[in-house]
């Protein structure tokens, strides 16, 4: 394009704007602005025309009006190899503008805090901002647009070394970060009005269109494999949640792998109100216990399977104490290294103690209950949402044997029925109490993940309690269950097969109750 000879600053956030401005001004660029930039650019003694005084309509309605003007608007849309833009621009007295230096009315930042109303929200729509940024990308062979202040640095660097000018690929780049911002701002808009409307009326199940912004956060170290490139991205319609606020303490950046079996121990460990642990092992748990301390509950879940524990992950839902990290650094010399810790918090002298561990990745992530409305999922061409499986206890647990579970039975049956929920299907766990001594998952059939978790319990089956995610379609998986000494089972009820798995329990003397709902998890 052609040396720049005037930019519109119009901005929100001020960062490095009068140093931004001062270099346009150095290199012959006249400025025009509006309200709060115009006054920020003449306190640093910088010559500043406001847009007032070039289209000779004041500044109304509390602001509301002040940009959207023809003579704003045709000096950023006339096409300046077009003999009738040209024209018309002479006819009406248009300048053109080539620059626009504009960011938003802060609306994601107004919406994030807590007593926010309605009327302060839509007064942070900003209508103008966006109307110039649009007009501005649409023209950015003749007009450069930017709403970036981290580019103010190199864009003054290219224009002083082309005596004002900037290259096509800049204006193009500098558009296509214009129309992400706008649409960006848009689906922010849209979501929270979206969830006010909720409010007062009750809407449909899911919105008839997704909206869906995500703003990159890193690059990873590889994919799922070596030979895969990832990258992390977080849902930018909204201030971050979950992973996205998590920050890293210490440790090796994470990697793609790192980052699912984070959000596999976060979704239990935020689920249990007592002190709570869970490892994970390629999505699925190995261990999970809850316990009056964090430091026995940890315990309790490394000793649930300590083989699979190596190279795991674990989300913890207490600040780490030092008795916590004690038994982390315990369990890591007896049965190897971890991956990383998810927690709350840290107290300083466990910091300082886990830190010994070079690699070991510790994040803190304060608000472990903060969720996405929606489990959301892609399939090919396309994607599937479900609400979140957040019931924390079965509805209601019906005995449906001639045993009973005794109140011990019962309180292990309630801590199995949880936890299984977040084991992948076919799921069985085994407890005792409230800690997992046997956990089967990821397998084809009922009565193979049934063999596993008693297994894996090694002998500790004998008078505890297993839960399934799913009903007993045949009472294979419940013989296995009373042979390995099982005393009380959970499931969900439904099946075809009930009455030959009631008539088992019965035989070997086992309680058995249902609660009419099914845990999947695939």
Known sequence: MPKLKRALLSVSDKTGLVEFAKGLHGLGVALLSTGGTAKA????????????????????????????????????????????????????????????????YPFQQTVAKPDVTLEDAIEN?????????????????????????????DLLAE?????????????????????????????AITAYLRSRVGQEAAPAAFPPALNLRWEKVQDLRYGENPHQQAAFYRDASGPPIGLAAAKQLHGKELSFNNLLDLEAVLLPAREFTAPAAVVVKHLSPCGIAAADTLAAAYG????????????????????VDADTARAILDGIATYGFLEAILAPGYDDDALEMLRAKRDL????????????????????????????????????????????????????????????????????LIAQGTKAVGIGGGVTSRVDATWLAVRKAEGRSEGGVLASDAFFPKPDAVEVAAEAGIAA??????????????????????????????????
């Open 41 to 104: 650019l003449a306190d640093a003694g910088l010559p500043v025309t406001q847009v007032s005084d070039y289209t000779g309509f004041p500044e109304m309605m509390d602001g509301r009006v002040k940009t959207l003007h023809p003579k704003i608007h045709g000096a950023l849309l006339a096409m300046r190899d077009n003999p009738e833009h040209v024209a018309a621009a002479d006819k009406h007295g248009i300048e053109f503008i080539d620059m626009v230096v504009v960011n938003l």
């Open 125 to 153: 729509i900003d209508i103008g901002g966006p109307s110039m940024l649009r007009s501005a990308a649409k023209n950015h062979r003749s007009v450069a647009v930017v709403c970036n202040p981290a580019r103010y640095p």
């Open 159 to 187: 224009m002083q070394q082309s005596g004002g000018e900037l290259a096509a690929d800049t204006l193009s780049s500098l558009a296509v970060e214009a129309f992400a911002h706008t649409a960006a701002y848009d689906t």
């Open 300 to 319: 309790d879940a490394l000793m649930g399977d300590p083989l699979s524990a190596f190279g795991g992950i674990v989300g913890l839902n207490r600040t």
């Open 361 to 428: 990745r510790l994040l803190e992530l304060p608000d472990l209950q903060a969720a996405d409305p929606f489990d959301f999922k892609r399939v090919a061409g396309g994607a599937v949402l479900q609400d979140l499986d957040a019931a924390i206890a079965a509805p209601e647990m019906k005995v449906v044997t001639f045993a009973k579970p005794t109140p011990d039975q019962t309180a292990a049956l309630e801590f199995a029925w949880q936890a299984v929920k977040y084991v992948k299907s076919n799921a069985i």
């Open 489 to 522: 089972i959970v499931q969900p009820g439904g099946s075809r097969g009930d009455d030959e798995a009631i008539a088992m329990c019965n035989a070997r003397g086992i309680a058995m109750v249902f609660t009419g709902q099914r845990h999947f998890r695939h």
